[in-house]
């Protein structure tokens, strides 16, 4: 029997299988995925195939090949990672520049995940309702520096509803990963895409102006009114929100290709093993120094390049 896993809440995965039935499963022993060392071994959003038993649950017994996954370092066990979800379309990185503030290098470590694993990524500016005229312009800004690389910015209001419907065009048939700081409106935009679901939401800490997790673990939910699971036209996965993002198995070579703009520059390099930190005749300082790649951007870089520092990833920047 063939299945979605739609629901993970540790130690069992709620499986929804070709056929309409939703089954409470469990891994069978020891399994473990090839060549990945991770936490949990099977993700939302992961095609599995299933025994069932007596009991009326069932075993995964093997994962299908995955077309891509979003994968950060385990919180707690630095060798070892944690995939958030796998075979998605897209991912909306939900960021605030205040109420929280999410800073620049979590955004550059999101992003240079999603570039290594091919998943197209959408930032979603949140809480434009709270924002002052000079932290406007600040997201403006942060918008213009992310759309010249590349990136298609949104800016809303998941309280008032600003911006929201012109999010769902982009979700249409599509598995959309929801991702970002704690506190960051994840399951207040839900609400409000999907409504009915009824997603717990958590008031700012105003002393550390810091989210609370209200959500627990990842959910696939259909982008439909009554929730239907067999007609849904496409499906957003909710997960926990996460502090610091620390990246897994890139190589300091691998991550120029994951910063687009550093990328384009680095052809011009004198040397093609350049690092981008010290070389002469680097085109990267160059345009760095001419202010073609921006400082925040630079400094993301350099901070990955430093990444055996285990305690680096711990952090919210």
């Known amino acids: 029997m063939r299945g979605l896993v739609v629901?993970?809440?540790?130690?069992?995965?709620?499986?929804?299988?070709?056929?309409?039935?939703?089954?409470d499963s469990k891994v069978k022993g020891n399994f473990r995925l090839k060549g990945i060392r991770s936490t949990n071994p099977v993700a939302v959003g992961d095609r599995v195939q299933l025994v069932t038993n007596p009991e009326g649950t069932a075993f995964i017994t093997d994962i299908e090949d995955r077309r891509n996954y979003i994968i950060r370092k385990s919180q707690n066990l630095s060798k070892q990672s944690h995939i958030i979800a796998a075979n998605v379309d897209q991912a909306f990185l939900i960021v605030t520049v205040d109420h929280p503030q999410t800073s620049t290098t979590f955004i550059d470590r999101f992003l240079a995940s999603a570039e290594a694993y091919r998943v197209p990524?959408?930032?979603?500016?949140?809480?434009?309702?709270?924002?002052?005229?000079?932290?406007?312009?600040?997201?403006?800004?942060?918008?213009?520096?992310?759309?010249?690389?590349?990136?298609?910015?949104?800016?809303?209001?998941a309280v008032t509803g600003e911006g929201v419907e012109e999010l769902r065009p982009l979700l249409e048939n599509r598995i959309t990963l929801l991702s970002g700081n704690s506190g960051v409106g994840k399951s207040t935009?839900?609400?409000?895409?999907v409504p009915g679901v009824n997603l717990r939401t958590a008031e700012i800490s105003d002393a550390h102006n810091t989210g609370q997790h209200t959500t627990t673990f990842s959910e696939m939910i259909p982008l439909t009114s009554q929730r239907s699971l067999s007609s849904s036209r496409g499906w957003l996965i909710d997960t926990p929100g996460i502090k610091g993002f620390g990246t897994f198995d890139m190589e300091p070579e691998e991550l120029t290709s994951y910063f687009r703009e550093i990328f384009r520059f680095s052809k011009d390099c004198r040397f093609s093993n350049c690092t981008h930190t010290h070389e002469p005749g680097c085109a990267v300082l160059q345009a760095l120094g001419d202010h073609y790649i921006a400082q925040s951007r630079y400094q993301s870089y350099l901070s990955m390049m430093d990444d055996k520092d285990d305690s680096k990833y711990r952090e919210a920047y």
Request: charged share 20%; net charge negative.
């Open 7 to 23: 629901k993970n809440t540790g130690s069992w995965y709620t499986v929804l299988t070709d056929d309409g039935q939703l089954i």
């Open 189 to 193: 935009l839900i609400n409000q895409l």
């Open 121 to 157: 990524v959408v930032l979603v500016f949140n809480k434009t309702d709270l924002l002052s005229e000079d932290m406007l312009r600040y997201q403006q800004m942060m918008i213009s520096l992310y759309e010249t690389i590349g990136y298609e910015c949104r800016a809303i209001s």
